[in-house]
């Protein structure tokens, strides 16, 4: 499941940063922060590394004493590894949701949305209604027939 979720947060972004009219802004702006930012950003990359080197030895004795008991298999976590179509799937999710909710634009995108869909519905239904009305013919005509053999 984090794998999907990830699909979708990065099908997010990618519709957020490559959007055709204000992607170039927020690249530019994402890049700005970065450069604002990057020693505090590597620091941090910097200390987490430190504190799960430190915490390396400590995991490994601990696998040692669960391993003794043969509770490793017991609390193995493996999960099957996503498939492709769920991550691409999972990234066109993430990728639509960001463009239907985009602030600037995102209203009008859903009521040009919503508009195609009623217009195409509608000619769906013109074209089915004459069939309808065929099957509600026939149905008639065989209760007819039922009728007529019961009495």
């Known amino acids: 499941m984090k794998r999907l979720t990830m699909g979708a947060v990065l099908g ?8 055709p009219e204000l992607g170039r ?9 970065w450069q604002e930012n990057r020693d505090s950003a590597l620091q941090a990359g910097h200390a987490a590394s430190r504190t799960i080197e430190s915490a ?6 601990m ?10 298999q017991a609390l193995d976590r493996s999960r099957p590894a996503a498939s492709l179509p769920k991550l691409v799937g999972a990234a066109a999710v993430g990728g639509a949701f960001v463009y239907f909710m985009d602030p600037v634009r995102g209203s009008e995108r859903r009521r040009s949305t919503l508009a195609a869909g009623r217009q ?4 769906v239904a013109k074209a089915v209604k004459p069939g309808l009305e065929h099957l509600g013919d026939r149905v008639a005509g065989a209760g007819e027939r039922v009728k007529s053999k019961v009495s």
Do not use: I
Request: aromatic content about 14%; cysteine-free.
């Open 56 to 61: 390396r030895p400590l995991a490994r004795r």
């Open 120 to 123: 195409a519905f509608t000619q």
């Open 25 to 33: 802004e927020r690249r530019e702006r994402l890049s700005s922060f």
């Open 63 to 72: 696998s040692k004493a669960v391993g003794r008991d043969d509770w490793a």
């Open 12 to 19: 997010g972004l990618a519709v957020y940063l490559f959007d």
